[in-house]
């Protein structure tokens, strides 16, 4: 097992079924190589340094249903709310002084914020902090949007694929009802979209929850040859946490281990990329960020939303929001970080290419 490793790291990939016995795989020992050397490729590339990204949740709204998700559309125990645009360039003015160099605006597709006001809101903050980039996570929207978008200023996008699995996807996500019934989601459609945002120019991010309800180890496989082949520069990967009003609410938690198994396999798979240590790593257990961190995660993104909006953006239950997952907790945050090993970096962080084809053991030549 430890041979399929050492290929990973050489090669950046392995077969279908090397994959699935390296995450079937149990031995203590093994898993310990694995996380080692992904930290290793990291330290290599990156040094002890993590990204800081300043999350602002700027809607609660959401047109869909995702069966996993606390702020789905049927869900009337979440109290609405939309940030202004004043709202969210205060939220970067005070981002801004405590090193933040990247804003993040994620939100729900929800239809009231239109596209317009997007690009605004994105060229507002594009002219007031022209070092920073500026990455959104507002899920599907039409090609002309996500153009608009970009030439507003938005560098990057985060959408994650979830699943790579027809039938998985659609047991995630309620379809289309008939053939021309567009309020339902596909997987074909998010693909479509993550086509769409490479080629118009964006850092583009995608990923998956490991263990949302009917996931299987061959689901995660294909999740891998997708991330494989689609090469994103940014992989979020975290944890399912059930919420208790979604139809998944007694489902269990996913694995601490295997989300750090495949946060390890990704880094190995694609040493340059952007990989967020999660929330939902942070809300499972205690120490979940640092041990992200320790398995090749290289980002970490405290909350800048406002603080009494905070509880509202309910995505599973418990989510982290405050102490080092907060943005004006950002000291605790470099306390937690130093405690192994790490500081916080505040430079911009984006991606680059650097060496990526070449051998890794060369590239400090
Ligand atoms: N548990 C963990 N992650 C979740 N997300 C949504 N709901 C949950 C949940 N219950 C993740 C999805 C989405 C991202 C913004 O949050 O993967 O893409």
């Not at 257990?285 to 961190?293: H, V």
Request: proline share 5%.
């Amino acid at each position: 097992m430890k041979n399929l490793i050492d290929k990973l790291c050489r090669e950046r990939a392995l077969s279908a079924e090397e994959y699935k016995a390296l995450l079937l795989c149990r031995d203590a020992e093994v898993l310990e190589h694995l996380q080692r050397r992904a930290q290793e490729e990291t330290l290599a590339r990156f040094g002890n340094r993590v990204f800081i990204r300043g999350l602002i949740e700027i809607t609660n709204r959401c047109r869909n249903n995702c069966y996993y998700c606390g702020i789905r559309k049927e869900n009337r125990n979440v109290v609405r709310y939309e940030l202004t645009q004043e709202e969210i360039l205060e939220c970067c003015r005070e981002g801004y002084p405590l090193g933040f160099r990247t804003f993040v605006l994620q939100g729900g597709e929800a239809p009231e914020l239109k596209d317009d006001r997007i690009t605004e809101t994105v060229a507002a903050i594009r002219r007031e902090f022209p070092d920073c980039a500026i990455t959104l996570s507002l899920g599907e929207k039409t090609h002309e949007a996500y153009e608009r978008f970009f030439h507003a200023g938005a560098n990057r996008y985060l959408l994650r694929h979830e699943t790579h699995n027809e039938a998985h996807y659609r047991q995630l996500h309620p379809g289309s009802k008939r053939g021309n019934d567009r309020s339902g989601m596909s997987l074909q459609h998010r693909l479509q979209c993550l086509d769409w945002l490479k080629e118009i120019g964006y850092q583009t991010g995608t990923g998956i929850m490991v263990g949302s309800p009917h996931q299987t180890i061959d689901h995660l496989v294909e999740d891998i040859l997708f991330i494989g082949q689609f090469r994103p520069e940014m992989i979020g990967i975290g944890p399912f946490i059930p919420h208790h009003d979604t139809p998944f609410a007694s489902a269990p938690p996913g694995s601490m281990q295997l989300t750090l198994k495949l946060l390890s396999i990704f880094r190995l798979m694609h040493p340059a990329a952007l990989i967020p240590s999660t929330t939902a790593l942070a809300t499972l257990a205690p120490d979940g960020r640092e041990r992200g961190i320790l398995a090749g995660a290289n980002v970490v993104m405290p909350n800048l939303s406002p603080p009494a909006q905070r509880e509202k953006y309910s995505l599973y239950d418990h989510k982290a929001s405050m102490g080092a997952e907060a943005a004006e907790g950002l000291q605790l945050l470099e306390e937690k970080l130093r405690s192994i090993g790490y500081e916080i970096s505040k430079e911009r962080g984006d991606y680059r290419i650097l060496d990526e084809t070449i051998n890794h053991k060369s590239y400090n030549v």
